[in-house]
Nanobody
Framework: QLQLVESGGGLVQPGGSLRLSCAVSGFTLDYYVIGWFRQAPGKEREGVSCTDRNGGTTNLADSVKGRFTISRDNAKNTVYLQMNSLKPEDTGIYYC???????????????????WGQGTQVTVSS
């Protein structure tokens, strides 16, 4: 059974850093596009960053450009999101998600991801 589990969230002060992890099981990471999404209270879920089957990466939100970095370790079946210079507006629940195996490239649309983790809370506050 295909499963994604996020970890690494928490409370951090503005300007701080966190590294989120998305551990996948039940499938081989090499063959899947993985995206990170976030949802703040009262707002729609939005794409943050994505890594495709060729190892390429795509920023899905201009607001995180230069601050967030996605990476994948296929040997460990894990995708990471390094978040630096965090701001209060980065607060939300962060989810990782996988597209269906037949897709090779990233999408910013949550509806185009088939499999989702349970999310991890990130709170940026002083």
């Amino acid at each position: 059974q295909l499963q994604l589990v996020e970890s690494g969230g928490g409370l951090v002060q503005p300007g701080g850093s966190l590294r989120l992890s998305c551990a996948v099981s039940g499938f081989t990471l090499d063959y899947y596009v993985i995206g990170w999404f976030r949802q703040a209270p009262g707002k729609e879920r939005e794409g943050v960053s994505c890594t495709d089957r060729n190892g390429g990466t795509t920023n899905l939100a201009d607001s995180v450009k230069g601050r967030f970095t996605i990476s994948r370790d296929n040997a460990k079946n894990t995708v990471y999101l390094q978040m630096n210079s965090l701001k209060p507006e980065d607060t939300g629940i962060y989810y990782c998600a996988a597209r269906r195996q037949r897709f090779y490239y990233c999408s910013a649309r949550p509806a185009e991801y088939e499999y989702w983790g349970q999310g991890t809370q990130v709170t940026v506050s002083s």
